[in-house]
Structures are given as structure tokens and as C-alpha cells.
């Protein structure tokens, strides 16, 4: 009888260790920027100081001494540099505790600390935020 009971307990204890099936490697940066990879045919590899890693569709390249972390995740990051961020669309960056963007007239736009709760956006302190524009995410370190 004791057997049958260890024999059903170590089944039930089995069957809660599944293993996690994650989609991306998330590769953190010393300054906060992260880079997301799909893990299908990833393959990373390591030459002249860096971590190089390339699933056939995308590549990432980052030296280890800048290396923060890397991480499995179910989601990409939709984070990306610290410093501000510049495309040919859109320009955000806080300057003197205030946000700047170009973003177009009515845009939505909404700014998070890193407790989740939103704050004005013209008294930032130093400090990371979030700042969602018409439902694009940047992470902005104000100094």
C-alpha cells in the first residue's frame, strides 16, 4: 500500500513539471536596451569579445563586457534604448524633466515609472520611464 501511494504521489509530482516552452532569448544590455530573437534555428556563438546570435531571420550582436543578462521569454521586448529613441517617424527623449516627441498632434500619449504608475510629463526626475505613444513603448532614462 505504501508503495502504490509513493508510486501515484511521484506520478501526480511528475506531471507538474513540465517543461516551459518560451519563444525568445532576450538579450539585456549594462544600459537597459534589449534585443529579443525568435529561438527557432537560433544559434549563438562566441568570437572576439562578443556574443553573437542568429536564427536565420534576425542576428543580434552584443560584447560580453556590455552584457547586462540574457533571459527566455514568452514575448519580445517592445523596449528599446535608455537614451531616447530616433527613427525616421518618431523622436522621444526627456529634456529637462520634460518630455519631447514629435509625435503628431492628438496622439496618445502616456507616461509610466517603473512602479506602473503613470506620471505627468513635465516634471520627470532622474530615473527610468516608460513613455507609450499611440501604443508604441520606449523605455527613456531621464538624468
Same mark, same amino acid.
Given at each position: ?7 501515484? %504521489?511521484? %506520478? ?7 517543461? &516551459?516552452?518560451?519563444?525568445?532569448? +532576450?538579450?539585456?544590455?549594462? $544600459? @537597459?536596451? #534589449? +534585443? ?8 549563438? =556563438?562566441? /568570437? ?7 536564427? @536565420? !531571420? #534576425?542576428? /543580434?550582436?552584443? %560584447? ?10 514568452? &514575448? ?8 531616447? %529613441?530616433?527613427? /525616421?517617424?518618431? &523622436?522621444?527623449?526627456? *529634456? ?5 516627441? $514629435? ?6 500619449? !502616456? *507616461? ?5 504608475? &503613470?506620471?505627468?510629463?513635465? !516634471?520627470?526626475? /532622474?530615473? =527610468?520611464?516608460?513613455?507609450?505613444? $499611440? ?9
Amino acid at each position: 500500500m505504501k508503495h502504490i501511494l509513493l508510486t501515484c %504521489l511521484g %506520478l501526480l509530482f511528475g506531471l507538474g513539471l513540465q517543461a &516551459q516552452s518560451y519563444d525568445y532569448l +532576450t538579450l539585456r544590455t549594462l $544600459n @537597459g536596451d #534589449e +534585443t529579443s530573437l525568435g529561438i527557432d534555428n537560433l544559434r549563438i =556563438t562566441f /568570437a572576439d569579445g562578443k556574443l553573437n546570435a542568429d536564427n @536565420g !531571420r #534576425e542576428s /543580434a550582436s552584443v %560584447l560580453l563586457a556590455d552584457m547586462s543578462c540574457m533571459f527566455f521569454s514568452l &514575448q519580445p521586448t517592445g523596449i528599446g534604448s535608455q537614451a531616447g %529613441l530616433t527613427d /525616421a517617424s518618431l &523622436q522621444v527623449r526627456i *529634456v529637462g524633466g520634460r518630455l519631447i516627441t $514629435n509625435a503628431p498632434a492628438g496622439s496618445s500619449i !502616456r *507616461v509610466y515609472g517603473v512602479d506602473g504608475r &503613470q506620471v505627468s510629463t513635465t !516634471r520627470l526626475t /532622474a530615473g =527610468t520611464y516608460l513613455v507609450n505613444i $499611440n501604443g508604441r513603448t520606449f523605455k527613456l532614462l531621464a538624468k
